[in-house]
């Protein structure tokens, strides 16, 4: 079963590299200006940057980025679509890579965990102790 679960996370690993590579490497970057807009009761951040081609994009900053402790007037690079300069991710390891790392190390510790499990029923087995585990 753990071999299994070992499995699943490094397809969910392998799944979500393939997609943030593929952003990334089509994907422009730019250095984006943080302007604090009131949204209601509340201001939100909004990122402002020109793409290669010298439009100006304004966007609400990006709900995975909440973490991120945004400034009126802090610069931050972040990466675009050329198609769609509306989509914008941080320029930041984690933001882009922390689900992919995530589910590469649970992948790691669920193969850990399975090949210690095998081992240890394989002494069980040469020392001739019978173990029933409850299912």
Not at 21 to 49: K, Q, S, W, Y
Not at 109 to 127: D, P, Y
Request: with cysteine; aromatic share 14%.
């Amino acid at each position: 079963m753990a071999w299994i679960i070992a499995v699943i996370f490094l397809i969910f690993a392998v799944l979500a590299v393939y997609d943030e590579a593929g952003f990334v490497r089509t994907a422009n970057g730019a250095r984006a200006t943080v302007l604090m807009v009131p949204m209601g009761d509340i201001e939100a951040p909004a990122l402002e940057f020109f793409t290669a081609n010298n439009r100006a994009i304004s966007v609400i900053a990006p709900d995975n980025n909440l973490f991120f402790n945004y400034r009126e007037g802090l610069m931050v690079d972040v990466l675009y679509d050329p198609g769609q300069p509306e989509h914008v991710k941080l320029r930041h390891f984690f933001l882009l890579w922390g689900a992919s790392s995530f589910f590469l190390l649970l992948s790691l510790a669920s193969f850990t965990c399975a090949w210690l499990l095998g081992k240890l029923r394989q002494v069980i087995n040469e020392k001739g102790v019978h173990v029933e585990l409850v299912r």
